[in-house]
């Protein structure tokens, strides 16, 4: 197969589906598959299963999404709410470096309902692990300075859910969206899934009407073959991704493009540290330091610790 070079778990894979007769493309999808990244960021922060869940899910539609759009910087899927977990947060760069972290409420109890509560075999419920409030998704393109943002609110059921109202009113483009995660022997498997109708072209009414039959009668399908994937083909780590849209759309002619290489890997150095605490107050360097001036400073992405000195800072002044 044409990617059989990249590794199965740590791919965003795009690919389109076809018009047999004519082989005109009807539908855009993209497959992301993130296991092994999303399992070395997941054991970084020692989540409890289901908040690992969440946040595998937040990892792959991130890089789902961050495929579909053109830009030369970073795509950031940002949730939050008032529940147990505050923050939910996953970006990735057009290179395919993602990260991912998780501001919670520890609350065993709670979260032991939850996993109970929790529907087997689908996608974690967001509301009841973080209530109300709301998603971002945003693009900073640093090739033209724009950034991006759309928000839509945090009232579930899922978080591709989210995904397919925030492509609904910024693109007014039908979609569909699919997310999965669970943790297995070997780790964490986490794979998203969407679909999307490319719009027809005009021409004269006959052809026009010609192509929007072709379209929705093909949209039809390919919805009806998408609902029938199962979590297990989703994570099953013995099924590459092109074997999963082989499977699944073999009847719609599906062409597969080159994959992109996903991987766990922070942006976070010593001069990004240093820039953030030139722009904090005397006063709040002090508190930060002990006795000797000395500053221990965590990435909240990566847990890679870094020991300065307030005196070393740029501009810093006692």
């Not at 409420?105 to 974690?124: G, Y």
């Not at 692990?129 to 998603?135: E, V």
């Given at each position: 197969m044409l990617n059989d070079n990249v590794p199965a778990g740590s791919q965003i894979l795009p690919f389109y589906l076809a018009d047999g007769s004519s082989d005109v493309a009807l539908i855009r999808g993209r497959i992301a598959s993130v296991g092994p990244a999303a399992s070395t960021i997941i054991e970084r922060h020692a989540y409890p299963d289901l908040v690992g869940c969440l946040q595998a899910e937040s990892l792959a539609l991130a890089a789902c999404l961050s495929s579909t759009l053109k830009f030369d910087g970073v795509f950031t899927l940002q949730a939050k709410g008032d529940g147990l977990v505050r923050t939910l947060f996953a970006d990735i760069t057009e290179s395919g470096h993602l990260r991912g972290y998780?501001?919670?409420?520890?609350?065993?109890?709670?979260?032991?309902?939850?996993?109970?509560?929790?529907?087997?075999?689908?996608?974690?419920?967001?509301?009841?692990?973080?209530?109300?409030?709301?998603?971002?998704?945003?693009?900073?393109?640093?090739?033209?300075?724009?950034?991006?943002?759309?928000?839509?609110?945090?009232?579930g059921p899922h978080l591709s859910d989210a995904a397919m109202r925030w492509f609904e009113n910024?693109?007014?483009?039908?979609?569909m969206v699919l997310c999965a995660a669970d943790?297995?022997?070997?780790?964490?498997?986490?794979?998203?899934?969407?679909?999307?109708?490319?719009?027809?072209?005009?021409?004269?009414?006959?052809?026009?009407?010609?192509?929007?039959?072709?379209?929705?009668?093909?949209?039809?399908?390919?919805?009806?073959?998408l609902s029938s994937v199962t979590r297990g083909?989703?994570?099953?780590?013995?099924?590459?991704?092109?074997?999963?849209?082989?499977?699944?759309?073999?009847?719609?002619?599906?062409?597969?493009?080159?994959?992109?290489?996903?991987?766990?890997?922070?942006?976070?150095?010593?001069?990004?540290?240093?820039?953030?605490?030139?722009?904090?107050?005397?006063?709040?360097?002090?508190?930060?330091?002990?006795?000797?001036?000395?500053?221990?400073?965590?990435?909240?992405?990566?847990?890679?610790?870094?020991?300065?000195?307030?005196?070393?800072?740029?501009?810093?002044?006692?």
């Open positions: 998780c501001a919670l409420d520890e609350d065993d109890s709670q979260l032991a309902a939850m996993r109970l509560a929790q529907p087997h075999d689908e996608a974690v419920h967001i509301v009841p692990l973080m209530g109300g409030g709301y998603i971002a998704f945003t693009v900073d393109d640093h090739a033209t300075g724009g950034r991006y943002q759309g928000i839509v609110e945090l009232d910024s693109e007014q483009t039908d979609t943790k297995d022997a070997s780790g964490w498997q986490a794979s998203a899934l969407m679909l999307q109708r490319i719009a027809t072209e005009g021409g004269d009414a006959e052809a026009a009407a010609g192509a929007k039959a072709t379209s929705d009668d093909a949209w039809h399908t390919a919805k009806t073959l083909e989703l994570l099953d780590p013995a099924l590459t991704p092109e074997e999963i849209i082989f499977r699944l759309f073999n009847s719609m002619a599906p062409h597969v493009a080159p994959a992109r290489v996903v991987t766990d890997q922070c942006r976070c150095d010593v001069q990004k540290v240093e820039s953030m605490l030139s722009q904090l107050s005397v006063e709040d360097v002090n508190d930060l330091a002990d006795a000797d001036g000395t500053l221990l400073i965590t990435c909240e992405f990566c847990k890679t610790e870094r020991l300065l000195n307030k005196s070393d800072l740029p501009n810093w002044q006692s």
